[in-house]
């Protein structure tokens, strides 16, 4: 038998720093990215833990014995960004220099992201670093949604970075 445990946080406004060549820093879990990486400062910013388990049994036990991890994701969902060219150009795969996009190519882009959070006192902060992550919207395919376009909201989902620095883990919350 299998479940899923999901823990959600909601997390507040944060400034986004993405890269789309996460190879270069993926052996790297402190905060890497410099404000020349953001794409702006984003509402609503979500962190959610999402487990899948299956039972472990042993031959002769009727009962489980214990439970096995068979995912472990981590989401960062955040709204109300600067849709412009540069921005989406990055978030589609391009350069992130702006201009014309050339979208729907079949390539996977994947990106590092992080999230910093400055709390009320304009000094501590709080950053969520995700090695290694795909763009994805879990509610629709579309980036804006066309009942409200003034709020832009999707998704990057992290995937195991397969580097001995992240050991099991597939994001890390720092306070620097």
Do not use: H
């Amino acid at each position: 038998m299998s479940s899923i445990q999901t823990n959600e946080l909601l997390l507040g406004r944060a400034d986004v720093r993405i890269n789309n060549d996460y190879s270069s820093d993926i052996s790297d879990t402190s905060q890497v990215l410099s404000s020349s990486k953001s794409i702006g400062m984003c509402q609503n910013c979500t962190l959610r833990e999402n487990k899948s388990y299956k039972d472990k049994r042993v031959v002769n036990i009727l009962q489980p014995v214990g439970k096995i991890v068979t995912l472990n994701r981590v989401v960062v969902t955040v709204s109300s960004f600067k849709a412009d060219s540069a921005n989406l150009g990055l978030l589609f795969g391009s350069d992130g220099s702006g201009g014309d996009l050339f979208i729907g190519n079949s390539n996977v882009n994947y990106f590092r992201v992080e999230l910093v959070f400055t709390y009320p006192d304009q000094v501590s902060q709080m950053v969520v670093v995700i090695p290694k992550a795909v763009l994805f919207d879990p509610n629709s395919m579309n980036l804006v949604a066309l009942d409200n376009p003034s709020e832009v909201e999707f998704s990057f989902e992290s995937l195991y970075p397969n580097d001995s620095a992240w050991g099991k883990s597939s994001a890390r919350v720092l306070f620097p």
